[in-house]
C-alpha cells in the first residue's frame, strides 16, 4: 500500500523546492538596491561635514589631554573656524553629549565633573598666541615641571608655569633637544631674577585678568635678567 503523504516530500520536486531554501535562508544582498541606498550618503559626505567630523575630532582630543578648559579657549583653538562656526559645532556636540559644560558653563569637558587645571588652561593661554602657526596636533601635554609641549615652524616650545615660591622647579628641567625653547610663566616678571634656569633660549610671560573674558599675555625676553628692566 502506497501512503501518498511520503511521494509528497521525495523525488525531483522535494529537490526543487529545496533548491530555494538557501537563498531564502542566505540571501544574496550585494546587489540588492536598499544596500546601495545606505551605501550612496556615505560616499557622497560633503567636504564641509569631513571637515566638522574633523573639527570634532580635535576638540574630544583636546579635552582629553587637557582637561576642562575655558569655552573660549576651545573657540580660539578652532583656528579655522569663525567664533560663530566654532560655537555652533561645540553647541551640537554638547547636544550630541560628546562634550558638556562644567560648572556655570565657563569651562567645556568630557563630562560636567572633571576638574580645571588652572596651570594647564594658563599654559593654553600663552599657546593661543601662537595658534595661527600651529598645527591643531603639534601640542600636547608636557612632562613635569612644564604642562605644554608645541611645535612651531620646527621648533619645539615647552610652557612652564611657576608659582609663588616654586623658583626652584626650573633645576628639574633636562634640557635633550637643541631646538627647545622654554617660556616661563610667571605671576610676576620680578621673579625672573630668582630662577635658575636651563641652558637653553628662554622667554618670559605673565598673564593678566583685567575683567575680559581673555586675559593679555605680555612676554619678555632673556635679557631682562641682566638689565634690571623688569
Same mark, same amino acid.
Given at each position: 500500500?502506497?501512503?501518498?503523504?511520503k511521494t509528497?516530500?521525495?523525488?525531483?520536486?522535494?529537490l526543487?523546492r529545496?533548491?530555494?531554501?538557501?537563498?531564502?535562508?542566505?540571501? %544574496?544582498?550585494?546587489?540588492c538596491?536598499?544596500r546601495?541606498? #545606505?551605501?550612496?550618503?556615505? @560616499?557622497?559626505?560633503?567636504?564641509?561635514?569631513?571637515?566638522?567630523?574633523?573639527?570634532? =575630532? +580635535?576638540?574630544?582630543k583636546? /579635552?582629553?589631554?587637557?582637561?576642562?578648559?575655558? #569655552?573660549?579657549? &576651545?573657540?580660539?583653538l578652532l583656528?579655522?573656524?569663525s *567664533?560663530?562656526?566654532?560655537e555652533?559645532?561645540? $553647541?551640537?556636540?554638547?547636544? %550630541?553629549?560628546?562634550?558638556a559644560?562644567v560648572? %556655570?558653563? +565657563? +569651562? !567645556?569637558? /568630557?563630562?560636567?565633573?572633571?576638574?580645571?587645571?588652572?596651570?594647564?588652561?594658563?599654559?593654553?593661554?600663552?599657546l /593661543? =598666541?601662537?595658534?595661527?602657526r600651529?598645527?591643531?596636533?603639534?601640542?600636547? *601635554?608636557?612632562?613635569y615641571?612644564?604642562?605644554?609641549f608645541?611645535?612651531?615652524? $620646527?621648533?619645539?616650545?615647552?610652557?612652564?608655569? /611657576?608659582?609663588?615660591?616654586e623658583?626652584?622647579?626650573?633645576r628639574?628641567?633636562?634640557h635633550? @633637544?637643541?631646538d627647545? #625653547? +622654554?617660556?616661563?610663566? !610667571?605671576?610676576?616678571i620680578?621673579?625672573?631674577?630668582?630662577l635658575?634656569?636651563p641652558?637653553?633660549p628662554c622667554?618670559f610671560?605673565t &598673564?593678566e585678568?583685567?575683567? @575680559?573674558e @581673555?586675559? =593679555?599675555?605680555h612676554?619678555f625676553?632673556?635679557e631682562?635678567r641682566? $638689565?634690571?628692566?623688569?
Amino acid at each position: 500500500m502506497k501512503w501518498p503523504l511520503k511521494t509528497q516530500y521525495h523525488g525531483s520536486a522535494f529537490l526543487s523546492r529545496c533548491a530555494h531554501i538557501p537563498a531564502i535562508l542566505d540571501p %544574496d544582498t550585494s546587489s540588492c538596491a536598499f544596500r546601495e541606498e #545606505k551605501r550612496i550618503p556615505q @560616499e557622497k559626505r560633503t567636504r564641509r561635514e569631513a571637515m566638522l567630523l574633523t573639527d570634532e =575630532q +580635535y576638540v574630544i582630543k583636546w /579635552l582629553s589631554q587637557y582637561g576642562p578648559l575655558p #569655552k573660549a579657549q &576651545v573657540v580660539r583653538l578652532l583656528r579655522d573656524k569663525s *567664533p560663530t562656526t566654532a560655537e555652533r559645532l561645540l $553647541n551640537r556636540m554638547k547636544r %550630541d553629549q560628546r562634550i558638556a559644560d562644567v560648572g %556655570d558653563g +565657563y +569651562y !567645556l569637558g /568630557l563630562d560636567p565633573y572633571c576638574t580645571p587645571d588652572q596651570r594647564v588652561i594658563l599654559a593654553v593661554w600663552v599657546l /593661543l =598666541q601662537f595658534i595661527d602657526r600651529v598645527e591643531p596636533l603639534a601640542h600636547y *601635554p608636557a612632562t613635569y615641571p612644564s604642562q605644554l609641549f608645541f611645535l612651531k615652524e $620646527n621648533i619645539g616650545y615647552e610652557i612652564v608655569v /611657576l608659582y609663588e615660591g616654586e623658583q626652584h622647579l626650573p633645576r628639574l628641567l633636562q634640557h635633550r @633637544e637643541e631646538d627647545l #625653547k +622654554y617660556i616661563f610663566v !610667571l605671576p610676576k616678571i620680578q621673579m625672573v631674577h630668582q630662577l635658575v634656569l636651563p641652558r637653553a633660549p628662554c622667554l618670559f610671560s605673565t &598673564v593678566e585678568f583685567q575683567g @575680559e573674558e @581673555e586675559p =593679555q599675555v605680555h612676554f619678555f625676553a632673556e635679557e631682562v635678567r641682566g $638689565n634690571g628692566t623688569a
